[in-house]
């Protein structure tokens, strides 16, 4: 029996994410949206969303090559990281990811696609997170334990 050194995830964190997403935003496509979320506040923060997520997510990613772990989602992972965004949370790529759904949802713009982003985070913390944090203990023990007591999971 060969060891896998990656978390054994349920659903891959962009599918998760993706989904509800896409489902959202052919079901504005097909039938319309009950509400408008169209005008300029919406488009305002939908575009100040995806700032966020290319500099946060951004930001992230250089932190994870220069440390030399795993970037892709289901890589090994060398060690703890705890510096940069990993101090505010310990998911920054997928508290970017979500940003980023609720980005396109409020640009496009497509009410449902809102609507579905808290399925699109059940299925992300379900299928990617508890399996990662899982992981994660049983990997470094204590370290990340101790961690996880000082870092909320997303913000």
Do not use: H
């Amino acid at each position: 029996m060969t060891c896998v050194d990656a978390p054994a995830f349920r659903i891959w964190p962009p599918v998760a994410l993706g989904v509800p997403l896409f489902a959202g935003l052919v079901l504005t496509s097909a039938a319309g949206d009950p509400l408008p979320i169209d005008g300029p506040v919406a488009r305002w923060v939908g575009w100040a969303l995806l700032v966020a997520f290319v500099l946060w997510n951004g930001w992230t990613l250089w932190v994870m090559a220069r440390e030399g772990t795993g970037i892709l989602p289901g890589g090994a992972t060398s060690l703890v990281l705890q510096s940069g965004p990993f101090g505010v949370s310990r998911n920054p790529l997928y508290v970017g990811l979500v940003a980023l759904d609720v980005a396109i949802a409020l640009l496009v713009p497509s009410f449902w696609a809102l609507v579905f982003v808290p399925l699109g985070v059940v299925a992300l913390e379900w299928g990617a997170v508890r399996p990662e944090e899982r992981y994660l203990t049983d990997k470094f023990g204590p370290e990340y334990e101790a961690y996880r007591g000082r870092v909320r999971r997303w913000l």
